[in-house]
């Protein structure tokens, strides 16, 4: 995951920096608008833009404005001190995806980026194909042998990321930080309960098996899923 951080205070862009980096990010840091603005446009594999709304040089909302303007669909979240709620629909409208005030608690930043990049991730995602299990990230749909199967937010998420992840393992940490934000006790069984409804619905009515557990290291879900 590899976002551009956009702030003028320095001592804030390290503390950013450090964080996001410690948190398995891939980080580049602009000190101005005009940067900001000239690296998105390179479009070179960032996945998320992090703008403070006083940038010297082009403000983070005249960065966004222009992008969208282009076409450029990255996700924008941006950081400000103005908390009137004038300046925060100023800011959406002008093409930003979120909006956090300062200051601001580093895990909901975290937690804010991640759903954007999920967010970012599947817009133009092709359907993943697994046998006769097709699982469709832009209309969350689910489909096996023709016949749609009807699944809950979370089970969704839940199936669409093992999907992703054919042919590895999925541990349950990543589970919980992609799809709860990590806001779930490792040790709670809500992991196994969702895993329990999805393989009642996408396994059980089609003699069919999935998702392999591998006790003490996670899931996988295999390429061709085999029948039983």
């Given at each position: ?9 320095v001592?804030?862009a390290?503390?950013l ?6 948190a398995?990010?891939q ?14 446009l390179?479009?070179s ?5 992090l ?12 960065v ?5 303007d ?6 924008i979240m941006?950081l400000?001190?103005?908390?009137d ?10 093409g930003?995806d979120?909006?956090?005030?300062k200051?601001?608690?580093l ?7 991640r ?8 817009v133009?995602?092709?359907p993943?194909r697994?046998?006769?299990?097709v699982?469709?990230p832009v209309?969350?749909r ?15 998420d ?10 590895r393992v999925?541990?349950r940490?990543?589970?919980?930080d992609?799809?709860?934000?990590g ?5 709670s069984?809500v992991i196994d309960?969702h895993?329990?409804?999805?393989r009642?619905k996408?396994?059980k009515p089609?003699g069919t ?5 591998l ?6 879900v295999?390429?061709?899923p085999?029948?039983?």
């Open positions: 995951m590899r976002v551009l951080v956009a702030e003028d205070d001592r804030l390290d503390v920096q450090e964080s996001l980096a410690e398995g990010w980080v580049e840091v602009v000190h101005d608008g005009r940067s900001a603005y000239q690296r998105l390179s479009d594999g960032l996945d998320v833009a703008l403070d709304w006083m940038l010297p040089g082009m403000d983070g909302v005249t966004a404005r222009r992008l969208r282009l076409g450029i669909a990255l996700p941006m400000t001190a103005r908390g709620v004038r300046d925060r629909v100023s800011g959406l409208d002008a930003a979120d909006y956090l005030p200051p601001f608690d895990d909901e930043l975290l937690a804010r980026l759903a954007l990049y999920r967010r970012g991730a599947v133009g995602e092709a993943v697994l046998g006769d299990l699982v469709d209309a969350r689910v489909t096996r042998r023709g016949a749609e199967i009807v699944l809950s937010a979370r089970e969704f839940i199936l669409h990321l093992l999907v992703s992840h054919a042919g999925v541990s940490l990543t589970i919980l992609e799809v709860w934000d806001e779930t006790d490792l040790r069984n309960v895993l329990a409804a999805i009642a996408i396994d089609f098996e999935t998702i392999t557990t006790r003490g290291v996670g899931y996988r295999d390429p061709a085999a029948a039983r």
